[in-house]
């Protein structure tokens, strides 16, 4: 039985090459950026109006103060950039347009009244306020986004704003999603006494979904012929396998040895953690596959996909972020053999986070209320209020 820690740096020393395509800029949340993107202008472009009001000349504000200041005309979001014909007088200006040429303060319409087309200061103003100067947020060829970048859905107005309509994005693997059990009917069923509705498969291609990962589900009972024939095929098809269930003690649990049948080798199986102690992990060289089986619980299966899966993943796209770290309120007990994964809820008064009682690992009603879990390396058995831990978040 290996460590948390040497589990994971095995998993993340393999990663998966799958190449890089271009998706439309409505398809790029959470997909991982592929290239390195530049801005191709200034950000702002030119010095832009922040406030609806009237652009005027600092120098002339005194003598505005007294006799308000004749209003030009309106420059508005999209016109040519306008020009004060006098220093003494205004332009007004709408949101987002060009600052007028001969003027460097921006006074909003809340701050003055105007009468017979003149502008009069309703109070003292602050000169040169207001404008947006160009390249401020951005220069030409500076770096907007980085390779590797998780995309979200700001990033696609940035993308926009420097002209990038087809995004280049790293391939996401093709992955196939295996259940194994007899006693597993499908969700439409009525289940006998002794069956239950398959329910981890979702679990899992849900949180793929995060990851914009749309997998396949299958079913195979326990059966060493079978389950031969249809591993097979899938290792075959597949990039990435997600088994859950078949990988524990069981006279039936099959699953690692029909793996290594097929030429999938065999990194690491048994991990010193609850839940998810079962987990297996291993590649198949010849076709470059991916298996990672999950213990059948299903909080061992969803523990062990958002711990080592999705840290994976993210590895394989320049993407190496480490997890964030969360307080805990109350005291926890922790294990000298085991490194454990504690279901928490965050206190919105405070954001610290707290145990979750739950029934074991085949509490499946507890993930609906769970936001994420706390790691706890092995090693000491008791932890006070206050405490920082790993936080493994769920999406």
């Known amino acids: ?40 202008r200034d950000s702002p472009p030119y010095d832009r109006v922040m406030m609806d009001g009237i652009a005027i000349n600092s120098s002339a504000i005194d003598a505005g103060t007294k006799y308000g200041f004749l209003i030009e005309g309106i420059q508005a979001a999209g016109d040519v950039q306008k020009k004060l014909q006098q220093q003494q007088n205004c332009i007004e200006v709408m949101t987002g347009t060009l600052v007028p040429a001969g003027t460097d303060t921006i006074v909003p319409y809340e701050q003055i009244d105007v009468i017979d087309n003149r502008a009069f200061l ?7 306020n207001h404008i947006h100067a160009q390249g401020s947020d951005h220069k030409k060829g500076t770096l907007a986004l ?14 926009a704003a420097v002209g990038i309509e087809q995004v280049p994005v790293f391939t996401l693997p093709k ?25 981890n498969v979702y679990a899992l291609q849900a949180a793929l979904q995060t990851d914009s990962i749309a997998a396949d589900i299958f079913h195979i009972n326990d059966d060493e012929t079978i389950l031969l024939t249809q591993l097979s095929a899938i290792v075959n098809d597949y990039d990435v396998v997600l088994i859950s269930g078949g990988v524990s003690k069981g006279k039936y649990d099959f699953v690692p040895a029909i793996l290594e049948k097929l030429g999938v080798q ?12 079962p987990f297996w992990f291993g590649h198949q060289p010849a076709l470059q ?37 969360a307080k805990l309120s ?14 928490v809820k965050i206190s919105n008064d405070d954001n610290t986070v707290k145990e979750i009682v739950n029934n074991g690992s085949g509490d499946l009603f507890s993930l609906t209320k769970t936001d994420g879990f706390i790691y706890l390396p092995k090693g000491a058995m008791h932890y006070s209020s206050g405490s920082v831990f790993a936080f493994l978040k769920i999406n």
């Open 289 to 325: 596959t991916h298996v990672f089986a999950y213990p059948g619980n299903p909080v061992s299966t969803f523990v062990c996909h958002q711990f080592y899966f999705r840290q994976w993943l993210s590895n394989n796209f320049n993407n190496h972020q480490k997890l964030p770290l």
């Open 330 to 343: 109350g005291e926890i007990n922790g294990s000298a053999a085991l490194s454990l994964f504690i279901p």
């Open 122 to 128: 309703k109070q003292p103003f602050d000169s040169k």
């Open 175 to 199: 992955t196939a999603i295996v259940a194994t059990g007899n006693e597993l009917v499908p969700v439409a069923q009525v289940p006998e006494s002794h069956q239950v509705r398959m329910s």
């Open 1 to 40: 039985m290996i460590s948390v820690e040497e589990a994971l740096e095995i998993v993340l020393s393999k990663p998966g090459n799958y190449g890089t395509e271009r998706v439309l800029l409505n398809k790029i949340v959470h997909r991982f950026l592929a290239e390195d993107i530049f801005a191709d």
């Open 266 to 277: 065999k990194l690491f199986h048994q991990v010193a953690q609850r839940p998810g102690k």
């Open 146 to 159: 980085q390779k590797g970048k998780r995309l979200a859905a700001a990033d696609a107005g940035l993308l």
